[in-house]
């Protein structure tokens, strides 16, 4: 027999599986006896293997990230036991996840969704990874990987930009030119409305496409450091300089497609597809709409045109995903090896061969083989001076869910109403801001 | 005996009150200690004290804890973080948030919507179809088989037909072109009726088939007694028919009332309760689901949601325990 105390007190993993294996019912009765009988099996002291829980739950994506751990596997030698969720239950679940016997490794966000989570004590700190990626990544990257306290906790893996959409053959065919300023943007609006296109396609069903309008107006407005403190909590949302953005807004607002709120992004797309509409702000996501390779090669995108020249454009929304350390991981010495792979060019080359929508979020990679619109996200997102996250990375997901969203909706069908509005938020947000 | 036992064991089960269970099931065995085996004993005593305990840890503690919750704000990462902060989340509630009251008018409005449309409605056709008419079978299914849908599905359903550009209403009647949009599913103005027609046509079945069963127990001389004495068909159902229903009426507006606080499903699927329709079901989901949850607060709206139903419940078990006790 094993030196296993009891079978209530073993370590985690053995016991999380079995209990995943029986289910909640038979634990009642046969559980126990169970535990105690397999608890030396050893999965816990097995040096060989390493568990990460991932998100990564559609077929595509979760096939790319099982290649890397195969690939991993036959470099090092090292099993990587992976447990996927469907991505939502895995978002949704994540405080329990990490509060009880989470895997060693797991896939999140970078940005503040990381550094809640590290605050409180939910993550291990990774700076002996970082002693060996660093090289591998921006500046700006090594800043979203880094938690409040300074040190690192986030290992990113790929990245994409929110950008505007158009389609090549619609702009030259009627001869319009990419804005790259505000009045610009205005003017092109208003030619595309005179030649029956909708200016810029939106469905908001949703609720978060709109986060990342305000985003994108916010930012170019008041740049990138207002910004990172109003979505922190910081910042005030009666500030006039919130106001001015949102004024803004309320200027493109009539250019922007009718009946956004019952709309959803896909539907939105396929406006841009059917080239009944001009442009479309949104994530490079955008392109999985794009089934047709030809409709594909024609799409391209421009970065949201310039509103203060003392910030330029300098400022770029990637969403980056990528993977964590949970905060007692079993077999923490393989794990850190783990994420120094996973940190690599290689790696990364791996998962994107079929994701082509996204892009490395490394400096070093090879973009040999990227299509035209890749090389574009690619070139964006590591010139840009500073990287945002989305609104509901880069603040409180209990703030933007819950006040952001139906805030953001209703200020699409009523722009007049803004100041009560932004007062409403305001109020609403110090006493999230204050809950924690 | 043995059928007395087994009289004896479900009643001890399913009678909630958690006090009354473990005296009554002390009084059983005493009462029969010579007929019953130790072994009896034994399976009784587990078959009354396992549903209890389950009853007790499930309905009861957990209701009472998020009771306890509503009046303590926490993030649900450890127990250390629940903070006492007494009435504040309701003060927040009443005041600040903009989708609370909404939400309520929205609850009431469900309900007296299901009572005026959809409920007379299913009483008409179930009126209809007792009367023996041709194909009444068919008549019967087709109109009870968006109950056998869920409520998801049925959400999802509507919301193809009302989708502002590629949905069924919108697109015979042209109105999905720029210019001439009505937006069924965004609109604060439309989403919730357009949603209650979804609804009122589930609803409607549902009472239907409630009504046909209280119908086909009225007992027939009643109305060849009311042919006799003249009255028309009308007066019949006024007069004698209808009077008999009592108690088919107050199954259903129980029904009715509970699906009007229940509602849930239907408007998370159709549009996540956008403005417009918000409910307050969705509320306490959107704050209790979800990364780094406000669970206090989402609390304090289920104690609201509790407290209404309460407010409708009481007086019914009231009504139906004194009815009992006279009987």
């Known amino acids: ?436 | 005996m043995s059928t007395d036992i087994t009289k004896e064991i479900p009643e001890a089960a399913a009678v909630p009150p958690p006090g009354a269970a473990p005296a009554r099931q002390k009084k059983v065995p005493q009462g029969h200690r010579r007929l019953l085996t130790r072994r009896d004993r034994l399976t009784l005593g587990l078959m009354a004290t396992l549903p209890t305990i389950l009853h007790i840890a499930l309905v009861w503690v957990t209701a009472l804890a998020s009771i306890a919750l509503a009046f303590t704000t926490w993030d649900g990462i450890g127990f250390d973080s629940i903070q006492w902060v007494g009435l504040q989340n309701f003060k927040e509630l009443f005041e600040q948030n903009p989708q609370f009251w909404p939400a309520v008018q929205h609850n009431v409005i469900w309900f007296v919507v299901l009572i005026v449309i959809p409920t007379p409605l299913g009483l008409f056709l179930a009126v209809q179809l007792d009367k023996k008419i041709k194909f009444s079978r068919f008549y019967q299914t087709a109109f009870f088989l968006p109950v056998v849908l869920s409520m998801a599905v049925i959400g999802f359903v509507w919301q193809l037909v009302y989708n502002p550009d590629t949905g069924l209403i919108n697109s015979i009647i042209g109105a999905n072109e720029p210019g001439k949009y009505i937006d069924w599913i965004g609109d604060p103005d439309l989403n919730l009726w357009a949603i209650l027609v979804a609804a009122s046509w589930r609803h409607a079945g549902y009472m239907m088939i409630l009504y046909l069963a209280g119908l086909k127990g009225v007992d027939p001389s009643l109305r060849e007694a009311s042919a006799i004495d003249g009255a028309s068909e009308w007066q019949t159902f006024k007069n004698v028919v209808f009077p008999t229903l009592r108690p088919t009426n107050t199954i259903v507006l129980v029904v009715t009332i509970i699906e009007a606080l229940r509602c849930f499903d239907l408007v998370y699927v159709f549009n996540g309760g956008a403005e417009g329709t918000e409910l307050l079901s969705i509320l306490v989901t959107n704050n209790i689901v979800g990364e780094s949850s406000r669970i206090g607060y989402g609390s304090a709206i289920a104690v609201v949601l509790l407290l209404i139903s309460l407010v409708v419940i009481i007086p019914y078990l009231v009504s139906t325990f004194r009815k009992e006790r006279r009987a």
């Open chain 1, 1 to 436: 027999m094993h030196t296993t105390p009891s079978g209530l007190t073993l370590p985690g993993p053995s016991r999380r599986t079995l209990l995943r294996g029986v289910g909640g019912a038979a634990v009642l009765g046969a559980g126990i006896p169970l535990l105690s009988a397999c608890g030396g099996s050893g999965t816990a002291a097995d040096p060989k293997t390493v568990t990460l829980g991932s998100k990564a739950s559609d077929p595509v994506p979760k096939k790319a990230f099982a290649d890397i751990y195969a690939a991993y596997k036959k470099k090092s030698g090292i099993t990587v036991d992976v447990n996927t969720k469907d991505s939502n239950t895995f978002q949704e679940q994540i405080n329990s996840y990490l509060q009880g016997t989470p895997d060693d490794v797991f896939t999140w966000f970078a940005g503040y969704r990381m550094q809640f989570f590290a605050a409180k004590g939910l993550a291990t700190p990774i700076d002996d990874v970082w002693q060996k990626i660093s090289g591998n990544f921006p500046a700006a990257m090594q800043k979203l990987s880094k938690g409040e306290d300074g040190k690192y906790y986030f290992v990113p893996l790929y990245t994409y930009p929110w950008a505007v959409f158009y389609r090549k053959s619609v702009f030259a065919e009627k001869g319009y030119e990419v804005p790259t300023t505000w009045d610009d943007f205005i003017a092109l609006c208003k030619q595309m409305q005179k030649d029956d296109l909708v200016p810029i396609a939106f469905g908001d069903k949703d609720a978060w496409p709109a986060l990342g309008t305000f985003d994108q107006i916010n930012f170019r407005k008041n740049g990138y450091d207002f910004h990172v403190d109003l979505m922190a909590g910081k910042a005030s949302w009666t500030d006039a300089k919130v106001r001015a953005a949102f004024d803004l807004w309320a200027e493109i607002l009539p250019y922007h497609q009718e009946g956004a709120v019952g709309r959803t992004w896909q539907d939105a797309a396929q406006t841009l597809v059917s080239k009944k509409a001009g442009m479309y702000l949104l994530g490079s996501f955008v392109a999985q709409q794009f089934t047709n390779p030809d409709d594909l090669e024609d799409l391209d995108f421009f970065a949201f045109p310039e509103i203060d020249p003392a910030y330029g454009q300098d400022t770029v929304e990637a969403p980056t995903d990528g993977f964590m350390m949970s905060k007692n991981p079993k077999n923490k010495a393989e794990a850190v090896k783990l994420l120094e792979y996973l940190g690599t060019p290689e790696a990364e080359d791996i998962y994107l061969k079929s994701d082509p929508s996204s892009v490395h979020a490394s400096s070093k990679a090879d973009t040999s083989s990227y299509s035209a619109l890749q090389k574009k996200a690619y070139d964006m997102i590591s010139g840009a001076k500073s990287l945002t996250q989305f609104m509901d990375r880069d603040s409180r997901p209990d703030f933007t869910s819950t006040v952001m969203q139906p805030a953001l909706q209703k200020f699409i069908r009523d722009p007049k109403g803004v100041d009560s509005l932004l007062s409403s938020i305001e109020r609403q947000k110090k006493t999230i801001f204050a809950s924690s």
